[in-house]
């Protein structure tokens, strides 16, 4: 990466942290930068395009972290756990992350540009790998196939992203519980 291209690249990634994609433009990219406008165009046709580029090395990177601190081979209630709530953790305080779940238009894009896109994510990639080591170590009930245990996770997601419309003062408790009803459908 050309040292310009690699200004612009750690300038966007930056205020894409901070400010998220909407609020982001490519003036204040190449200012950062230190760069002048016409010369983001040298390396990257749009914002999209280098949003994209960055949210798959950020994608990558959060899931190598998450699956470096776990034991998949522990009991599954606590890796599932632990698993999750990185997830979950990790997503919310990364502003490049959470464009995957909303921004429609933006995933359509990351989909497109990356064919791998849904499989590499950081969600799925991590549950794959889990999976995996669960049907190794012949854990899972007879007929359960993973494209169903990963729908039932990433219905996690989706009560992660509404859990202010859930009324508790003990949201975790109730993911938890969540987690353990899942794991009583999925497991030996």
Do not use: C
């Not at 490049?96 to 779940?101: K, M, N």
Request: hydrophobic share 45%; glycine share 4%.
């Amino acid at each position: 990466m050309e040292i310009k291209q690699a200004k612009l690249y750690d300038a966007a990634r930056k205020l894409f942290l901070e400010q998220g994609f909407k609020a982001t433009n490519i003036a204040a990219i190449a200012s950062k930068a230190g760069v002048a406008v016409g010369t983001f165009y040298n390396f990257y046709p749009s914002k999209s395009a280098i949003f994209i580029d960055i949210y798959n090395a950020e994608n990558e990177q959060v899931k190598q972290s998450i699956l470096s601190e776990v034991d998949l081979t522990g009991d599954p209630k606590k890796v599932v756990r632990k698993i999750v709530q990185e997830i979950l953790k990790q997503s919310q305080a990364n502003l490049i992350l959470q464009e995957w779940f909303v921004n429609a238009a933006l995933n359509r894009q990351i989909s497109k540009t990356n064919k791998n896109a849904v499989t590499d994510s950081v969600v799925y990639a991590t549950l794959m790998t889990l999976i995996d080591s669960w049907e190794k170590r012949k854990l899972l009930k007879v007929g359960m196939s993973k494209e169903r245990i990963i729908s039932l996770f990433n219905a996690l997601t989706v009560i992660d992203f509404h859990q202010s419309e859930i009324q508790t003062d003990n949201y975790f408790q109730v993911l938890n519980d969540l987690i353990d009803g899942i794991l009583l459908v999925i497991l030996k």
